[in-house]
Structure formats: C-alpha cells, structure tokens
C-alpha cells in the first residue's frame, strides 16, 4: 500500500518503494500515482496524492466524489491521455508511462474507448461515418468492413435508423449514443467514461444507463467488457458494480454492490 502524500512538501522527501507490477489477471492498474498541477511553487497543487487501483476485466466501475477530488484527472491518468508526476499505469500489464509517445498513442488507440461529457462529432459527418474513423485510423480493416461494423454499434445503440444523418441532425442523447458507439470501433478492452451523461436529462441518461449495463454484460473473445465512469449523478453511479469515492486526491471508499440497479 502506497503512503499517501500529505502535503507537496512531502513529495521530493517521501521515500517511494520500487513500483510494483499488477496481478497478470489485472486489465488496468495504478501505483503509487501522484499528480501535481501547476508550473511553479507558487500555483501548484496536489491533485492525485499516491493512489493504488486494480480493474480486473468485465467490471463496471463509477468512480465518485465532489467536485475537485481528482475524478477526472484519474481518469485521463489511466488512460494515458495525461502523464503522472509519479507512480505508473499498467493495461494488460504494460507500463504506460514507460512508454514513448507513439507506442503511447497506438495502445491507447487499440485498447482503451473514450466517452466524454462533449460528443466531440464531426458535424460534417454522418453517424455512421464519425463510426468509421476511428477504424480507418488504425488501418486493420477495409472501408467495407468498416462501415458494417459502424451500423452494427449504431444497432446496439438504438439508432440503427439514423446511421446517415449528420451529427447536427440528431438530438443531444442521440449524439451521446453515437459517441459510445464511437468509442467502441476499435473493440477496446476499456471503455472510460467522463462524465457522460452530463448533459443530457432524465430520460437519456437513463438510456445511456442501459447502454453501458449491456456493454458490460457482453463478452468479448477477450473475456467481459471493462467500464470505468466519472459520475456525479448517484443514480447513473447506481448502475455499476463497483463504486470507487475519491475525496481531496484519495481513495476513501471502494465497494463492490451485489448486482447493478435497473431503472
């Protein structure tokens, strides 16, 4: 168990331990993580204090706390879109921050769907098309290929009907669904959610709900499908399996619930 900082003075003067590696059977791990924000002494800010996680394949895992608690940042640590000021992040074993940028990128682009509280779709674009670029971008299959598969996510989402309507076309829980299904192109092993239904109101988060309980529930040739969310809404938080609340940079609580809420 890492030590958990205090305080930014203690960081030049805490004595880490070697970083250990995960369990083979762990999907994506952290260690000893620790974030500071800011360029210099005066606006630094500790955001993540020396935290140790273990995501094992096929959960479903809301990560919650107030504003400021370091959700966020967590999450773009273990996805690699951020790097640490110390500790590691391990996918499939692989230390991420080891690696270099590139390796970085065609890891993250294979293994890890990202779904953010924006769309971020391409308004020029159909949904069927902002599918297929993620695919195209890896180059593994053929643009027939592609599109098939762009309308068999669009089917699992409910929108199988609008796979050629522009983005701007769509509602704003249509367009949520599309970027789920969007972030599910290249068969990641894990799916990270940051805040997802942040926008949207009762009935479409609901929708969103339901989408990621059967993304879960689904197998792979890899085994279940993993699901790391940053909520503030209890209700979508219900949904998971796992409930991880982070309080000033630090895990606080981490509880396993018997079965996910339907609602």
């Given amino acids: 168990m890492t030590p ?4 930014l003075d203690d960081l030049a003067a805490h004595p880490w331990p070697p970083i250990p590696a995960p369990p083979e059977n762990t999907l994506l ?3 000893q993580l620790v974030k500071v924000i800011g360029t210099n002494a005066s606006n630094q800010s500790l955001v993540l204090r020396g935290i140790d996680l273990d995501i094992n394949r096929g959960e479903f895992v809301s990560i919650v706390g107030a504003s400021g608690s370091g959700k966020s940042t967590l999450l773009y ?8 000021t110390h500790g590691e992040i391990y996918i499939n074993n692989q230390p991420l921050f080891q690696m270099t940028d590139a390796t970085l990128t065609s890891v993250r682009n294979q293994t890890i769907g990202f779904v953010f509280q924006f769309h971020f779709l391409l308004p020029e674009f159909t949904a069927q098309e902002n599918i297929m670029l993620p695919m195209l971008k890896l180059g593994q299959y053929s643009r027939r290929d592609c599109a098939a598969r762009a309308r068999d996510l669009l089917h699992q989402v409910g929108l199988a009907e609008k796979s050629h309507r522009r983005t701007t076309d769509l509602s704003g829980g249509e367009q949520q669904r599309v970027a789920i299904a969007r972030a599910l192109a290249n068969d990641p092993d894990v799916l ?3 805040e997802p239904t ?13 989408i990621f309980e059967q993304i879960a529930a689904t197998r792979t040739d890899r085994g279940g499908r993993t699901i790391l969310m940053v909520t503030h809404d209890p209700h979508m938080a219900e949904h998971a399996f796992r409930i991880i609340t982070l309080d000033d940079g630090r895990i606080v609580s981490d ?5 996910p809420t339907s609602r």
Avoid at 4 to 7: A, F, H, M, R, Y
Avoid at 77 to 84: P, Q, T, V
């Fill in 192 to 194: 990270l959610a940051d």
């Fill in 255 to 259: 509880h396993r619930q018997i079965r």
């Fill in 29 to 31: 791990a952290a260690r």
């Fill in 198 to 210: 942040g926008n949207l109101d009762k009935a479409n988060s609901q929708n969103v709900a339901r």
């Fill in 4 to 7: 958990l900082l205090q305080s």
């Fill in 77 to 84: 640590l273990l996805g690699g879109l951020d790097r640490a």
